[in-house]
Structures are given as structure tokens and as C-alpha cells.
């Protein structure tokens, strides 16, 4: 036999779902540890081989720099806490018109040059067994 809700069955389930909602909102806040890591690095791999490794901190001064790739030369351009590729000779332009990254995972590809810049940042340890 099926009883219609009680006033009390409806605000139980409303108490959940705005407990549910309120966890969704604050999931990106302080109180659950999703702050951007202080200290993120670009890391630049010709062909799967890391050639170089840049700070990325709003206190680093501007850099340019060239890197050899698989069919010609790439100019990577740094600024405080973002990096780009500023010119490559590949056809297609791909990677150049990404334009700036400043996130942990996000990555810039020249597949015809083989080049790859990524922003890595250190993660926390969640546990360590001996």
C-alpha cells in the first residue's frame, strides 16, 4: 500500500537537496582546498624530450626564447604567469593561434614541429605508505 508524502518526508528531502546544492556551489572555494597552486612551471618537450623548464610567477620578468623543433624554429614568449607560442614554422599556425595558457593541464601542441608546452603544478600528497 502506497501513502501520499507527509509534510515531514517533504522537507526532509528538500533539506537534502539544498545541502546537495550548497556543496555544489562552495565545491571550487577555500573550504574544499581548490585554491591554484603557488608555484606553476611550463614545461617544454621537443619530441617527447623536456628541453626546458619555466617559473611561472607574476614576479618573473618577460622572456622569449627560441626552441628547435622537428621542421623549423618556434619563439615561445613567457608573461608573469602565462606562456604562448609566438611564431613557429609549421603551415597551419595551430599552436600560435592558441594563444596564452595559465592553468595547470592546459598544453600547447605543434605536431609538425613536435613541440609540446604544458603548465604542471606540484599536488598535494594525500597520503605516503612505507
Known sequence: M??????????????????GITAYLIK????????????MQAV?????EVIRTVQLSPEETPLRFSVQGKQG?????????????LEADCPDQ???????????????ICVPNEIVIYIDAPTAVDAVTY
Open 2 to 19: 502506497i501513502t501520499a508524502m507527509t509534510k515531514a518526508d517533504k522537507i526532509f528531502i528538500l533539506g537534502v537537496l539544498l545541502v
Open 28 to 39: 571550487g572555494s577555500l573550504l574544499w582546498g581548490a585554491v591554484q597552486p603557488a608555484h
Open 44 to 48: 617544454v618537450k621537443v619530441g617527447g
Open 73 to 85: 624554429l618556434a619563439v615561445v614568449e613567457v608573461s608573469g604567469e602565462k606562456i604562448r607560442m
Open 94 to 108: 595551430i599552436c600560435v593561434k592558441r594563444g596564452w595558457i595559465s592553468s595547470a593541464g592546459e598544453s600547447i
